[in-house]
Nanobody
Framework: QVQLVESGGGLVQAGGSLSLSCATS????????MGWFRQAPGKEREFVAA????????NYADSVKGRFAISRDNAKNTVTLRMNSLKPEDTAVYYC?????????????????WGKGTLVTVSS
């Protein structure tokens, strides 16, 4: 069993920056593709970013490319999402997720584990 715990959410003005962190416990995070999804009020959960196990291959949603950066530290079992140039439409609950298969299935939302989420609110 793996537990994912997100932190770092909060309120930020448009154009600002925020970093989210996901700490994993249980099995080592290097066993998993890791990444983030988000769900805005009244909308479906959507893919944000993913990172491969070791070589750092990343994948981003078009809506966040060039603004968000995902990284991981397998020694510390953490994954970080650095969010820059935030927009009001980035407002959502952000969920950390883990998938033991591959990035393609991760992007499609087939997860093995989910965190409980952290709220990011971007004011205009």
């Amino acid at each position: 069993q793996v537990q994912l715990v997100e932190s770092g959410g909060g309120l930020v003005q448009a154009g600002g920056s925020l970093s989210l962190s996901c700490a994993t416990s249980g099995r080592t995070s290097s066993s998993y593709i890791m990444g983030w999804f988000r769900q805005a009020p009244g909308k479906e959960r959507e893919f944000v970013a993913a990172i491969s196990r070791f070589v750092g291959v990343t994948n981003y949603a078009d809506s966040v490319k060039g603004r968000f950066a995902i990284s991981r530290d397998n020694a510390k079992n953490t994954v970080t999402l650095r969010m820059n140039s935030l927009k009001p439409e980035d407002t959502a609950v952000y969920y950390c997720a883990a998938n033991a298969r591959d990035i393609n299935t991760f992007v499609r939302g087939a997860m093995d584990y989910w965190g409980k989420g952290t709220l990011v609110t971007v004011s205009s």
